[in-house]
Structure formats: C-alpha cells, structure tokens
C-alpha cells in the first residue's frame, strides 16, 4: 500500500513537473524566441453597441472617461462629442481667433477639457478649451511637422522632415514666452529611404504621458522616456524586421512607392502602460476565416518590452475597424459609417 502511495505522489510530481516545464518553456518562447504565436483572449472585449454616424469621414480625435470625440475630414472645424453611453451626439464648431489665413491639412485633438488646432504645413496650433470651443494662436512658423501630440505641460512630441534630405526625424516642442525644440536624431533608424521605411504613427498615453512611435512596416516601436529624455525600442511579435518596400525615383528627384507595401502594424493606441495594435500579418496556425470577419487587435507592456495577448475586434456590415481609442471601461472603434462600443 505504502508503495502504491508513493508511486501515485511520484507520479503527481513529475507530471507537474513536466506541465510546469512546459509552460515556462512556452512563455520563453512567446516572449523572446518569437515564432510569431498569438495568445488570444477570449471575449475580452464584448457586447458590441453601434451608433451609426451616417459618413465615414469621421476619426478619433479624443477620448475621456464620459466622452469620445470626433472630429471631421471634410469639416475640418467640426467637432462631434458622443457621450460613453453612446447618447445623444452634439455638435460643436470651432471657432478660431482668425479667419484670414489658409490650410492644407487641420486636425483636432482633445485632451480633457482642452484642444489643440494644428496643421503642420503651415506651421501653426491653436489652443482652445472645450467650454466654448474657442482657439487662439499657440505656435507659428517655428517648426513644420507631418505628426504632432500633445504631452503636458505645454509639451508636444512630433515627426517632421530634415531639409537636408526630406528624411523623418522625431522631436519635442516646449511652448512658453519663447518656444523651443529638440530633434532625437537617432531614434528613426533608415533602412531604405528613410521615409517611407520609417513611416508610423504617433500616439500619447493619457495615463503615463508617454509618447509611441509605431513603424507600419517592421516589428518595432519606440517609446519615449520623459525622465531620461529619450527614445527606447520595444519589438512587436511578428517577424517582420525589415521593412519589405520598393521606393522608386522619379524623373524630377521625387520619390515614390513602387509595389504596394507589406504593412505590418496599422493603427495603435497607448493606455495604462499598453500599447494595442492592429496588426496585419496572420500568425502561425490562425485560421484565415477570421481574417475574413475581425481585425486583430496585439497587445504590449511596450515598459517592458513583452507582448501580453490578443483579441478579435469584429467587422461590421463587411467593414473592418479603422482606428480606436481606449478607456477604463471601453473599446472604441470607427468602423464604416458606425462608432462602436465594446464592453472590456
């Protein structure tokens, strides 16, 4: 009997032993060796409530704990705020403290109850609060920018273009009685052109005010420091580290795409110390059926540097999710001509 009984607690031990090995070995290797293996989460976002907008001209422009706003390509002053409970939506115009001047590319953005008007061709940014939607000059003619996002403390992370050679380089601009900035010159790394290879998006966690750089067409971010003052880089978990694009020179020095490009990493949003992603690669053993139905939303401690876990972000009416935002409670997206709400 006493022999029965050890072999059973031997027996229990190893097979744990093995099941813990197992699972050790598997996080290593979902999160350093890298086979491109998602971890999905099921349901982790659901209940899915749409609020049809009519147009599909619409893109994030804010969003805070009660209310998400949008504004509008094709009115660039116009500002859309729809209540969390996806209530009834109202409109505000805004007004800026001149009218005599002309833009080529205005985009809003909302930060709690203040907004910031900018058009990096220019160069200017208007300042405003949202109790009257006012705005009045903040910056001109100092800097050109082709991304901006406001920080804090009159601070502004930005991508512009080096004069020399047009290629993109990232900064940060200090607005008080005399504006200033800085350009990181080595945080975007060229692999080809230095322009389209180091093309991305720029995003600002509202909790941590820090600023995100993701590159669409190779497997990294970078992440900016506030404290050190610098960029830091982070890897997404596809296998994508060179940028796979032809750049073509036309006859008048202009440059241009040539095949149309591999993009991995779309649109991204950073909250809380995550960063989501929307990728466009299909990882190992994922059914393509559901590349038919849902857009793939990765998720990253991008402190860390570790790739945490994924879920589906459902199409709608055969439209999939454009951009999204994210707060304590909710998933949002833009997918057709509806905002859609998720219950995390």
Known sequence: MKKKIFYIVLTMVISSAIVVGLFVSSEHIMKRENPFVRRFMPHHIDKAEYLDLEVNSYYIAGLTNDTIYLGNYTAPLLVTAVPTNLGTKIEHQIRLDETQRSFRSLSVSVQENEFFVSDGTVPIIYKGNT????????????????????????????????????????????????????????????????????DGQLVIDAKTKQGVYTYYYRNQYLVYHPQANQFVRGKTIDTTSLAKIEVTTLANGERKMGAPPQKVNSKTYAYHGLLYVKSELMGTNEPRSMWKQASIIDVYDYNKNEYLYSFYAYDHQGDKIKEFAINDNYFFGLVGNSLVRYVF
């Open 131 to 198: 109790n009257n939607w006012i705005a009045t000059k903040y910056m001109q003619e100092k800097v050109y920018f082709s991304l901006l996002q406001p920080v804090a403390n009159n601070t502004f992370l930005f991508r512009s273009q080096r004069a020399a050679n047009g290629e993109h380089v990232l900064g940060k601009l200090n607005i008080s009685d005399s504006t200033t900035f800085e350009l990181y010159d080595d945080a975007l790394q060229k692999q080809i052109d230095g322009v389209f290879d180091t």
